[in-house]
């Protein structure tokens, strides 16, 4: 715990926390700014309409678009300074391996994480009751979504902060968040069975909402699919972080 304390006092120079704040509020009101619009407002008191879904499936696009690329933000920001810092050095000299280092980078990140998405899920849902949403919210979906998407956005960023490591220069890791950005979204267009061979498609995949002709409504995300994504995610990082020491270390 003393490794993750420490990660976290970085993020305080880094402004790690600022930058979560602002994708947050942003993610928020891109999510809800359909909210306004005259034929939105006239769902608000009809259940048939799905309203709730329906902002749900909207909130699903923008995180999608920004999570791929926060998590390369993020995760390479909280490596890079080791790189700048000759911090890999410096942290052997006190017993932290790289390994130990990045694995102590990932939880820091998890817990600030964790607050950030919940945030951003209460404020959408706090925008779509101001805004007039009359119809009563199934909380199910909701919460689904969120843990699924706390439990993405560490993945992609246990893998970030392998590239990171592996690769001092920062711009790969940004890249590859914003192409990742661009798979993301694009796989809610494309087939399920494509999307789930994409890494970055499962922002689509754990979508709880769905939309078929003019009609939205909530679907069954597939699990089995997701667990297995992630344990195998959770198997590469595991195995990348233990390769990062040395030898007998």
């Not at 990660?7 to 930058?19: A, C, G, Q, S």
């Not at 893998?159 to 993301?184: C, D, K, M, W, Y």
């Not at 939205?216 to 195995?239: C, E, M, S």
Request: charged share 10%; aromatic share 8%; glycine share 8%.
């Amino acid at each position: 715990m003393s490794d993750v304390v420490l990660e976290i006092r970085k993020m305080r120079r880094l402004r790690t926390i600022p930058v979560l704040v602002g994708l947050v509020l942003a993610v928020a009101a891109l999510s809800s700014a359909s909210l306004f619009s005259g034929t939105a407002r006239e769902t608000f008191d009809d259940p048939a309409a799905s309203p709730w879904a329906a902002l749900l499936l909207s909130y699903t696009m923008m995180a999608a678009m920004t999570s791929p690329l926060l998590a390369a933000v993020v995760a390479s920001r909280q490596t890079d300074i080791e790189h700048s810092g000759n911090g890999w050095v410096l942290a052997a000299g006190a017993g932290r391996t790289p390994g130990r280092l990045c694995a102590a980078k990932l939880l820091a990140l998890a817990f600030m994480l964790a607050p950030a998405i919940a945030l951003q899920t209460a404020a959408v849902v706090a925008i779509g009751v101001l805004a007039g949403i009359r119809v009563p919210i199934d909380p199910i979906p909701w919460i689904a979504y969120t843990g699924l998407l706390f439990v993405l956005d560490v993945v992609f960023c246990g893998l970030h902060i392998l590239l990171a490591a592996r690769v001092e220069n920062q711009l790969v890791s940004v890249g590859v968040g914003v192409l990742g950005s661009f798979l993301a979204v694009f796989s809610l267009l494309l087939p399920a069975a494509v999307s789930r061979a994409i890494p970055w498609g499962y922002y689509a995949v754990i979508s709880q909402a769905g939309q078929e002709g003019d009609s939205v409504g909530y679907v069954q995300a597939p699990y089995p699919w997701i667990i297995g994504f992630v344990a195998l995610a959770a198997l590469v990082i595991a195995v990348g972080i233990r390769r990062l020491d040395p030898i007998g270390a």
